[in-house]
């Protein structure tokens, strides 16, 4: 029943998405026609002809009704800008970003699942201390003024890695670390806060008093029973990593989305806009979707809440 009611929640959310992407577009102001055919130059008539060929004539709510439909075939119209199906070109350029956005959240939740558990077994020691103020240093820092640094220290002084592209395991390193750099910090805080509050449990006491090792205890007893709101977070941290991702693109110059978002805004090309967004939001809400499943998994008594 559990998993039934979050797979029924997932179509109205994604309606609601698809809703208020379409009504963003509407609402950011400027005229699509102006920016794609030459600005305020256009004659009146001129104008009227673009609008009707875009569908933009049309009632607004006769356009959302053909978006959603064309949406759920599949079907995100054609871009503005090139004439070319924007569900082609974003089958081209989404794997980068989907790359670059898994690795930097898997790469983020080791490390902040290893220094989560490491600082709650430490409590209150400087190590413990050291790991939270670096945390809060690393959530501060700009993902771009960091990325710059990398490209500074290891392409351009080391000469280790290459500055840009998408060619190999080696141009995925630094924007996948930029990206854990501002992952693994909340991880962290989310780990240790659930590995504390399961440490002071009785069945953990009782563990360690039937003489098993502290490994073993951490491991299957204790950090099982706090993996719930990590997975939580980790589900939410994939909306943001993957948002991060646009912009840690422009910085490595990497064939993601994100160069392709910048261009479709200034066009105020509604179609990639719009695909670009439905797209990203229907890859994190089937993860999160996932997420929800899993957590049955991890705490059986979820299946008869």
Sequence with gaps: MYALRRIALFVPVWVGVAVLTFAMMRLIGGDPAQALYGGSALSVAVLREVHHRLGLDRPVLTQLAGFLV???RGNL??????????????AQRFPYTIELALAGLGLGTLLGLGLGVIAATR???????????????????????????????????????????????????????????????????????????????????????????????????????????????????????????????????????????VQAIFARDYPMIQGIVLYTSTVFLILNLLVDLAYSLVDPRIRFG
Excluded: C
């Design 70 to 72: 064309d949406a759920v």
């Design 77 to 90: 119209g054609e871009s503005w800008q090139s004439g070319t199906p924007v569900a082609a070109i974003l």
């Design 123 to 261: 409590q209150g020691s400087s190590l413990d201390r050291a790991l939270l103020v670096g945390s809060l240093v690393f959530l501060s820092v700009p993902g771009f003024w960091l990325g710059i640094l990398l490209i500074y220290l290891f392409s351009v002084d080391l000469g280790w890695l290459p500055v840009a592209g998408a060619a190999g395991w080696q141009s995925l390193v630094m924007p996948a670390a930029v990206l854990a750099a501002t992952g693994a910090p909340v991880v962290a805080r989310v780990a240790r806060a659930g590995m504390l509050e399961v440490l002071r449990t009785e069945y953990v006491r009782t563990a360690r008093a039937k003489g098993l090792g502290e490994r073993i205890v951490l491991l299957r007893h204790a950090l099982r029973n706090a993996l719930n709101p990590i997975m939580t977070i980790v589900g939410l941290l994939f909306g943001n990593l993957l948002g991060g991702a646009l912009i840690v693109e422009q910085v490595f110059s990497r064939p993601g989305i994100g160069t392709l978002a």
